[in-house]
Nanobody
Framework: QVQLVESGGGLVQAGGSLRLSCAAS????????MAWFRQVPGKERAFVAA????????YYADSAKGRFSISRDNAENTVYLQMNNLTPEDTADYYC????????????????????WGQGTQVTVSS
């Protein structure tokens, strides 16, 4: 099992920045990729960004490109999501996820391919 704990959410004004953290513990050697998804009430969980550990490749939703950056601290088993130039449309609960298959590309965009999930952290962007 892998446990994921997110932190770093909060309230920020439009144009501001936040950095989310996701600390992984447990059987982290079985994790090949990690990602961030977000969800607003009444909508499905949406892909934001992912990082594949074996290649260090990163993947972004169109809404995140140029504003968000996903990175990893190997020593700390932690993945970060740096979010800049936030808008009210970024308001959501953000979830960290871990995948135990070594696939990249479009495979990482689907929430069903992630075996482990954190509890979520709320991000609110005021206008």
């Amino acid at each position: 099992q892998v446990q994921l704990v997110e932190s770093g959410g909060g309230l920020v004004q439009a144009g501001g920045s936040l950095r989310l953290s996701c600390a992984a513990s447990g059987r982290t050697a079985s994790v090949w990729s990690m990602a961030w998804f977000r969800q607003v009430p009444g909508k499905e969980r949406a892909f934001v960004a992912a990082i594949r550990f074996s290649t260090s490749n990163t993947y972004y939703a169109d809404s995140a490109k140029g504003r968000f950056s996903i990175s990893r601290d190997n020593a700390e088993n932690t993945v970060y999501l740096q979010m800049n130039n936030l808008t009210p449309e970024d308001t959501a609960d953000y979830y960290c996820a871990a995948c135990d298959w070594n696939y990249g590309g479009s495979y990482l965009y689907a929430s069903r391919n992630y075996a482990y999930w954190g509890q979520g952290t709320q991000v609110t962007v005021s206008s």
